[in-house]
Structures are given as structure tokens and as C-alpha cells.
């Protein structure tokens, strides 16, 4: 959910993003799991995110080395264009 936040956060869903989650989630996860969570970010994308609610929930069952851990990977999809929009 938050990569597709990232990617629609400046207006457009770029290639490069996608490309960056799909070889991210291939590395972390294999190409078979990888292509289903591909599937369904374009779901995703399609619809409105509720990002404060995602981020209170996320904050409160995730460790912090592991939020810290999404931020690092939140902005390599920022700058997968060459940059990182505000």
C-alpha cells in the first residue's frame, strides 16, 4: 500500500517504479510470490489509499528497525525516476 502511495505521490506512476518494487519483491521473495504482489499493486494504485490509517497501523505492529527499513525502500522507489519529489 505505501509503495503505491510513493509512486502516486507525484501525480504519474512512472515505469522505473514499478520496475524498482518488481525487482525488489523478485530479490526478497522469488519471481512466482513477486508477480502476485505486482498484480495486486496495479489493484492498489487504482484506488484511493487511506495513508494516515496504513501509517498509524503500521506504527503500531511493526518494530522500528523494520519501519526504518521501509523508509529506505519507500524512497529507493522515489528516486527510481532520478528523483525524489517532495
Do not use: W
Not at 514499478?18 to 498484480?39: N, R, S, T, Y
Amino acid at each position: 500500500v505505501l509503495s503505491a502511495a510513493v509512486m502516486k505521490s507525484d501525480g504519474r506512476t512512472l515505469k522505473s517504479e514499478l520496475d524498482f518494487v518488481k525487482k525488489f519483491l523478485e530479490k526478497q521473495f522469488g519471481e512466482e510470490h513477486a508477480q502476485e504482489q505486482i498484480l495486486m499493486l496495479r489493484e492498489i494504485l487504482k484506488q484511493e489509499i487511506p495513508l494516515h490509517d496504513v501509517c498509524l497501523q503500521i506504527k503500531q505492529y511493526m518494530p522500528h528497525a523494520q519501519r526504518l527499513q521501509i523508509i529506505h525502500y519507500l524512497f529507493g522507489i522515489s528516486n527510481a525516476d532520478g528523483h525524489v519529489h517532495e
